[in-house]
């Protein structure tokens, strides 16, 4: 079994702003943004957002991470009910479903509050459909308005404002957010009802994982072979197949570079979402079950906080 080194953790850059801000011509909305999770989605975020304008309440549950926020002329706040009392619209990014109902359910969480007073919460954290009812009933339970906004995209296209949003819940907090999702992803889209973003988000991924270990599997075969990976991916590259993706993640598993751009651990915490979604249907999905073993493989070999292409180290065994 290999040494593995945990892969190191990129610090943000406070000062870096993506390319595409200029050209958007923002103008910040004047209500007051809470932000619940600062790990790299919601860092990467706050930053543009406070570059941008808007006004900013943070809070993280390693304090840590808040200061360099506070540099920036973000508020902090000691708990998530806090954050709420403070502002008018809260997002919330933290790693997984968990972690988004203790946030909103649990001790100093968003209902402790009792009435929200029709503030809006802005669940961003990728959750399933079911979760996502929840905490929607617990937020209007509390005279809140709830909104879905799952963020499809890697860490890069955080950074390069180029995220995809994905909507669903109550239209009005879609519309009192525009200039900040102006600011963080190139398109958005309202979906309808709870639950609908979240589907079409874990669809999506389902898309993603079951290309990645296919091509893991295939590059590992090349290798065998004792065929260049990288003239494997220049021919793939003139074929019709070629997909930016799919590209760039054949030339991390050739380079064996696992920066986490899409944490594997985050892959596969959302695989098991989708086939618990599917089960509850009926939804036969035998491709989706075993790319799920693939990556849970993976995880246990240590692989958890590189990026999802390290599924290819697995596949080589
Ligand atoms: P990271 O960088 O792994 O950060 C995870 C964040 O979630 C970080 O702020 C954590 O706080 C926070 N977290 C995790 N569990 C909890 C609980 N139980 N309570 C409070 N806070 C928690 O992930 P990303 O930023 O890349 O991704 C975040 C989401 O965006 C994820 O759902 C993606 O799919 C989309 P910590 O700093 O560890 O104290």
Redesign the pocket.
């Known amino acids: 079994r290999p040494v593995v080194t945990r892969p190191e953790t990129q610090a943000i850059d406070m000062n870096s702003r993506s390319n595409t801000l200029a050209d958007r011509d923002i103008v910040p909305s004047e209500q007051t943004f809470g932000f619940?999770?600062?790990?790299?989605?919601?860092?990467t975020i706050v930053k543009d957002l406070i570059y941008t304008g808007h006004k900013v309440v943070v809070w993280?549950?390693?304090i840590d991470?808040c200061q360099p926020f506070v540099e920036a002329g973000a508020e902090v706040k000691d708990t998530p009910m806090d954050v709420v009392e403070a502002a008018d619209v809260i997002f919330c990014?933290?790693?997984?479903p968990?972690?988004a109902k203790?946030?909103v359910f649990g001790n100093c969480g968003v209902l402790q509050l009792k009435d929200l007073n029709n503030k809006a919460y802005v669940e961003?954290?990728?959750?399933d459909p079911e979760t996502s009812t929840d905490i929607g009933e617990g937020i209007k339970q509390c005279n809140g308005r709830y909104l879905e906004a799952q963020?499809h995209g890697s860490?890069q296209e955080a950074a390069d404002g180029m995220l995809i949003i994905l909507a669903g819940g109550d239209r009005s907090v879609f519309e009192e957010c525009h200039s900040c999702f102006k600011t963080i992803a190139k398109n958005t889209f309202f979906l309808g009802n709870v639950g609908n973003a979240c589907k079409v988000n874990l669809i999506l991924q389902t898309i993603l994982g079951v290309s990645l270990v296919g091509l893991a599997e295939a590059l590992a075969l090349a290798d065998r072979f004792s065929i260049s990976l990288n003239d494997i991916i220049d021919i793939f590259d003139l074929t019709s197949m070629k997909s930016p993706l799919l590209l760039a993640k054949g030339k991390e598993m050739a380079k064996g570079d696992f920066n986490p751009q899409q944490?594997l651990s985050?892959m596969q915490?959302?695989l098991r979402l989708v086939l618990n979604m599917a089960e509850n249907l009926d939804q036969s999905m035998p491709v989706t079950s075993i790319t799920n073993e693939v990556f849970k493989h993976t995880k246990r070999l240590g692989y958890s906080e590189h990026d999802s292409s390290a599924v290819f180290v697995r596949s080589r065994f």
């Open positions: 619940l999770g600062l790990g790299m989605m919601g860092s993280n549950r390693t991470k990014c933290v790693s997984d968990k972690g203790d946030l961003m954290s990728t959750i963020i860490r944490p985050h915490r959302d």
